[in-house]
């Protein structure tokens, strides 16, 4: 509860999963294999966002990635 009331007090909001995000996930090249990292990255090219990780498998995406 408390890092939902710190994200929520940062200005953070929910991201729910659309068809478009699904769709770009899957279309997504394989440049690394965990599901979820993929969908998350696809949901921050279609919202236009950034993406927080260390992972360096996630650079060839072409999103801004802050580590």
């Not at 890092?3 to 929910?14: E, K, N, Q, S, T």
């Not at 969908?39 to 580590?67: H, T, W």
């Amino acid at each position: 509860d408390a890092l939902f009331d710190i994200a929520v007090d940062a200005g953070c909001r929910p991201l729910p999963i659309s068809w478009t995000h699904a769709e770009a996930a899957a279309a997504l090249p394989m440049h690394h294999s965990d599901p979820f990292d993929r969908m998350l990255i696809a949901q921050a090219r279609c919202e236009n966002l950034s993406f927080v990780s260390s992972d360096s498998k996630l650079v060839p995406y072409g999103i801004e990635l802050i580590s």
